[in-house]
């Protein structure tokens, strides 16, 4: 029997496949093209910039939903290690 936290489980991967989505999404980067004026590439230049953000969340969103996955899977408690004993002081 696995010992697993269906919560931990659940959240890490819902950010793994959301990075995953993302990272699809955003497959097709920004294309320039010749001939462009000032006001087209500065608009090319942010696209761009936006692009990589994206790039760059969706790479963390994957990382830390694995990083949750593996948590998830050693975050439960076993049942006899729950009690604990009291010691009474000794007078």
Same mark, same amino acid.
């Given at each position: *029997?696995?010992l @697993?936290? !269906? ?9 793994? %496949?959301? =990075?995953? @989505?993302?990272?699809v999404? %955003?497959?097709?980067?920004? $294309?320039?093209?010749?001939? *462009?004026?000032?006001?087209?590439? %500065?608009d090319? *230049?942010? $696209?761009?910039?936006?692009?990589? $953000?994206?790039?760059?969340?969706s =790479?963390?969103?994957?990382?830390? =939903?694995?990083?949750? @996955?593996?948590?998830?899977? =050693?975050? /439960? /408690?076993? !049942?006899d290690?729950?009690?604990r004993q009291?010691? !009474?002081?000794?007078?």
């Amino acid at each position: *029997m696995v010992l @697993v936290d !269906k919560k931990i489980l659940t959240g890490g991967l819902a950010m793994f %496949i959301a =990075g995953i @989505v993302l990272t699809v999404a %955003i497959a097709e980067s920004p $294309a320039g093209q010749p001939g *462009m004026t000032e006001e087209e590439i %500065i608009d090319l *230049m942010v $696209a761009e910039d936006q692009n990589q $953000a994206y790039k760059l969340l969706s =790479g963390i969103l994957i990382g830390i =939903g694995f990083l949750l @996955v593996l948590i998830s899977f =050693g975050a /439960r /408690r076993k !049942k006899d290690s729950a009690k604990r004993q009291e010691k !009474k002081p000794a007078e």
